[in-house]
């Protein structure tokens, strides 16, 4: 059932609104990104529709989380899930139209080759399988993609692909061993995976209008 209560993450230890306290306040770093990156593209002007949408949605990926880490159950997380893929998928996409200079149609079977991906992962991983980090190892070998053909085309984007690649794998770390580090500390890892993701969040948006060198 939608409503029921489901237990993921090490900090949660029973059903309530402050049930993951540090969960639950580590998605204010997708409002701070948000509203950041909403400053930059005010004060440097000339922002493109695509960049506010990819704004906003980073607002939702927050409220989605938010929503979920308080109340913890099988709508709030597909509601948080549904937020993440529309970002990712969102950027995927900008990023191929506008770093690479695909045109739309390309760009879209990149992206959709990306959520074929997703998918497959999800339904073919043993479930659990790296406290269910590996739904995103499609989206990592994406960034890893990004971050290489950035590089060797010495293209301005490029350390902020590679600071992205860095900086999700250190945060899909803290995904993972949230519940193997339970033992040692009771609230867990998974507030980290959440400001870090604030981070990559920023930094993405930031590669789509990289300065000329």
């Known amino acids: 059932m939608p409503s029921d209560y489901i237990d993921l993450y090490c900090e949660r230890t029973a059903p309530g ?6 969960n639950t306040l580590g998605n204010l770093g997708f409002f701070v990104a948000a509203f950041w990156l909403a400053l930059r593209l005010r004060r440097e002007g000339r922002a493109q529709i695509d960049e506010w949408v990819l704004v906003t949605l980073a607002a939702l990926v927050g409220a989605g ?6 109340f913890a159950t099988r ?12 970002f990712v998928l969102t950027f995927f996409h900008r990023w ?10 390309l760009a879209s079977v990149g992206v959709l ?27 990592l070998a994406a960034m890893l993609g990004m971050a ?5 085309q010495r293209h301005p984007a490029a350390p902020f692909a590679t600071a992205v690649v860095v ?28 400001l ?18």
Not at 17 to 22: N, Q, S, W
Not at 65 to 70: A, E, G, R, T
Not at 203 to 210: E, K, Y
Request: one cysteine or more.
């Open 167 to 194: 900086v999700f794998s250190v945060a899909i770390t803290c995904r993972t061993v949230d519940l193997a580090v339970c033992d040692a500390f009771p609230y867990g890892t998974h507030w980290l995976w959440h």
């Open 96 to 105: 191929l139209a506008r770093i690479v200079g695909l045109g739309g149609g």
């Open 65 to 70: 989380s938010l929503v979920f880490h308080m």
């Open 196 to 213: 870090l993701n604030a981070t990559v969040i920023t930094i993405a948006c930031r590669s789509l209008r990289p300065r000329k060198r």
């Open 17 to 22: 609104l402050l049930g993951e306290p540090l």
């Open 148 to 152: 290489w053909w950035a590089r060797r």
């Open 113 to 139: 080759a990306l959520a074929v991906a997703i998918v497959g992962v999800f339904l073919m991983a043993p479930k659990g399988l790296l406290n269910g980090s590996i739904i995103y190892a499609p989206v």
């Open 75 to 86: 709508a709030t997380a597909i509601l948080d899930q549904v937020f993440i893929a529309i």
